[in-house]
């Protein structure tokens, strides 16, 4: 059973970088055939996708944040990386990661999510 | 910017068949764009439920249905019961970028 969790501070201040890190039990990253990706919901909103990135390390991101997003993955520890730079309180939300297999673009298994206030 | 639109919200009876649609600023919706569908119940992760227009994941009900239905994507729910009541989600794939909907509210009244 493929399991997703994020982790990472709850608070940051604005201007700073957003670091979150998606640990994933239950399954390889490096075995290949899937897009590893975060995806945000403001509160009280919908949700939004952040980007994803493939274990080759492509990558792509949601063009309104790829200025400020980059989506790592470091196969030795299983995780996938999110940061988000110049962090401002719309980036309030809270942060899930995703597997989406890369053949079907099927998403299956999401993180629970991690909330991530920015506030000074 | 590309908008994917849902309706925003659907009421149905325990029992009745509801369909809920993912329309594309793009033009028609067609397998090409991968939809995806997803429930979410207040405080909870969303969960996927439909891959590739049509596909079931295993842990997805019988009574949910995916499909292109006039230039959109489609779920369909039937039979529906008290605990389908929840915000639905699509997300559509665009060569790269994946845009999700507003989402519905779906009431079970």
């Known amino acids: 059973q493929v399991q997703l969790q994020e982790s990472g501070p709850g608070l940051v201040k604005p201007s700073q970088t957003l670091s979150l890190t998606c640990t994933v039990s239950g399954g390889s990253i490096s075995s290949g055939g899937y897009y590893w990706s975060w995806i945000r919901q403001l509160p009280g909103k919908g949700l939004e996708w952040i980007g994803y990135i493939h274990y080759t390390g492509s990558s792509f991101y949601n063009p309104s944040l790829k200025s400020r997003v980059t989506i790592s993955v470091d196969t030795s520890k299983n995780q996938v990386s999110l940061r988000l730079r110049s962090v401002t309180a719309a980036d309030t939300a809270v942060y899930y990661c995703?597997?989406?297999?890369?053949?079907?673009?099927?998403?299956?298994?999401w993180g629970q999510g991690t909330l991530v206030t920015v506030s000074s | 910017q590309t908008v994917v639109t849902q309706e925003p919200s659907l009421t149905v009876s325990p029992g009745g068949t509801v369909t809920l649609t993912c329309a594309s600023s793009?033009?028609?919706?067609?397998?090409?764009?991968?939809p995806n569908w997803f429930q979410q119940k207040p405080g909870q992760a969303p969960r996927p439920l439909i891959y590739s227009t049509t596909n079931k994941h295993s842990w997805t009900p019988a009574r949910f249905s995916g499909s292109l239905l006039g230039g959109k994507a489609a779920l369909t729910l039937s039979g529906v019961q008290p605990e389908d009541e929840a915000e639905y989600y699509c997300?559509?794939?665009?060569?790269?970028?994946?845009?999700f909907g507003g989402g519905t509210k779906l009431t079970v009244l």
């Open positions: 997300l559509l794939y665009y060569g790269g970028a994946w845009v």
């Open positions: 995703a597997r989406v297999m890369d053949t079907a673009m099927a998403s299956d298994y």
């Open positions: 793009t033009g028609a919706v067609t397998s090409g764009y991968y």
